[in-house]
């Protein structure tokens, strides 16, 4: 049984990071916030399809510079 308060192992069990969704990632959405990262810092969200859009979309609103690309458990895993 899944405890749901508990996070998923990232690196075991990836899970897409729209709060509230445990389905599996498809795509990596790598974004920075200008105003308090350095230009070479970049933060990863990782998103099913269902909200890849949303999670982009959300970001860009920002002007945070935001890209997406396909998602491979088997790279993070080693």
Do not use: Q
């Not at 974004?31 to 970049?42: G, K, L, M, S, T």
């Not at 890849?52 to 458990?73: G, H």
Request: glycine share 4%; charged share 25%; hydrophobic share 40%.
């Amino acid at each position: 049984m899944t405890d749901l308060l508990t996070p998923p192992d990232a690196a075991h069990d990836p899970v897409c990071s729209r709060a509230g969704c445990r389905e599996r990632p498809t795509m990596r959405v790598t974004w920075r916030n200008p105003r308090i990262h350095a230009a070479d810092r970049r933060k990863v969200w990782l998103a099913c399809d269902a909200h890849v859009d949303y999670l982009r979309d959300f970001l860009a609103a920002r002007d945070f510079p935001v890209t997406t690309e396909p998602f491979s458990a088997t790279a993070v895993g080693g």
